[in-house]
């Protein structure tokens, strides 16, 4: 309910008669025709805004008032009574101006002995509903104007949920290229254990990215190939963009079913397109490159470094099963556990992919090989910008944060200043301005 007519209803017979009053008796007033003459052609100004309108009514309510409450009749002891008793006598429905000329003349006669307390303390009120009224139509202004951005924004017109494990780095990665790119996105997270969220889905992995919630995008690297394509040419929907990554079916090295999409690191663009996003024919290999080398290599570091020593190993699950989403018998279990098994598992991971006895070493050196092929003179590997393969490393490293290794990582690489720049742009979605989406 706004509070705006409820003011109208005790305001309006108060100003009607002010500005209805011979110019002798609101003389009386301390200037108070002058103010009244100002409010009313406020209110009835067609160029000013609802919230320049209403400060400004606000304003010269409480000049009215203030003027009113230091007139000298305002200050002669009993006059409030005197008007009250007025008003009682000839009844309520007198009181809002349809009591005739004799009721005017009493109740003029009233506010020159001092009956001008109460229309103070009524252009008082008006004022601090008018002040109401600006804060509320400012808030309004301004939500309103961040909704229009987001709906300009490239992308901005599409609802899009991310079901995820806050830790798992594939889907750090689909949260690091919509965070840099501004673009809205509600998140469900997926309890590990029940995996109940995606019940509904015969995709049972996670990130999976809902689009207005009719298509469904699986696999990190395909969510990320989707929306880039998307945010360069919006001709093409996403499920003519998502029938451009099949999905393929083989069995890997130990003997298991998988699914595979062999374009995934690809952008589905026109030629003139490409030219405009890679500029140098060599940028588009290069992105791919370390894309593919982010999901083949960097990610097989993490579990064997955050799982390293049993201290590690607890460390991380409790980071898991705070940031995640666990039962308290389910956190329990998955805390201690978990921990145990992963530790042991840890050792498996590090001699199936011929990691050293310190993994820290491998680490640091997939650090450094990404910092040495950005170079001194990028700030990025995309440049002066970030591009997917920067997006993907940065998601992966960063589920590290809080951890052991993280710090390690940071203090014995070269990584830090770049890691700082993602981390800047990711979080002023600075995408938003980045070209060729720039409006």
């Given at each position: ?183 809205p996105y509600e998140i469900v997270e997926v309890n590990p ?247």
């Open positions: 309910m706004s509070f705006y007519p409820l003011g109208s209803l005790f305001i309006a017979p108060f100003l009607r008669f002010c500005l209805c009053a011979p110019l002798g008796a609101a003389h009386t007033l301390t200037g108070s025709a002058q103010g009244a003459q100002t409010l009313f052609l406020v209110v009835h100004s067609g160029t000013l805004c609802k919230a320049n309108m209403a400060a400004s009514c606000a304003r010269t309510l409480t000049k009215v008032g203030l003027s009113f409450l230091e007139s000298p009749a305002a200050r002669r002891s009993g006059a409030f009574s005197y008007l009250l008793g007025n008003v009682g006598a000839h009844g309520s429905r007198r009181a809002y101006g349809t009591g005739g000329a004799g009721f005017r003349s009493k109740l003029l006669s009233g506010v020159r002995q001092g009956g001008g307390r109460v229309l103070g303390c009524a252009f008082l009120l008006g004022g601090g509903l008018g002040l109401y009224q600006t804060v509320k139509l400012s808030v309004q202004q301004h939500l309103a104007e961040e909704e229009r951005k987001v709906s300009e924004a490239p992308g901005g017109s599409l609802k899009l949920t991310l079901y995820q494990y806050k830790t798992c780095p594939f889907c750090s990665k689909v949260r690091a290229f919509l965070d840099y790119h501004g673009l254990v029940m995996r109940k969220e995606i019940k509904w889905s015969t995709y049972r992995k996670v990130p999976i990215l809902m689009v207005d919630g009719e298509v469904q995008l699986n696999d990190s690297s395909v969510i990320i190939s989707s929306l880039k394509t998307y945010l360069v040419n919006k001709k093409k929907s996403m499920s003519d963009i998502l029938r451009c990554y099949p999905e393929m079916k083989s069995v890997n090295d130990r003997g298991k079913e998988v699914i595979e999409y062999n374009n995934k690191y690809w952008l589905m663009l026109s030629e003139g397109e490409t030219v405009a996003v890679y500029p140098q024919k060599e940028m588009q290999k290069e992105e791919m490159k370390w894309r593919q080398w982010a999901d083949d290599w960097l990610v097989h570091l993490i579990s064997p470094n955050v799982y390293r020593t049993t201290n590690e190993a607890l460390a991380s699950f409790d980071y898991i099963v705070r940031e995640g989403k666990f039962g308290t018998f389910e956190g329990f279990f998955a805390k201690y556990v978990g921990a145990a098994a992963m530790f042991v598992i840890s050792k498996g991971l590090k001699s199936r992919h011929n990691l050293q006895d310190d993994v820290r070493e491998d680490l640091y050196k997939a650090v450094n090989d990404w910092v040495a092929a950005i170079g001194k003179n990028r700030k990025f590997m995309g440049g002066d910008q970030p591009n997917l393969a920067d997006l993907s490393v940065f998601g992966v490293l960063r589920v590290m944060e809080g951890l052991q290794a993280f710090d390690d990582m940071m203090a014995n690489t070269k990584v830090k200043y770049w890691y700082r720049r993602m981390e800047s742009a990711t979080l002023n979605h600075e995408g938003l301005n980045a070209e060729p989406y720039k409006h």
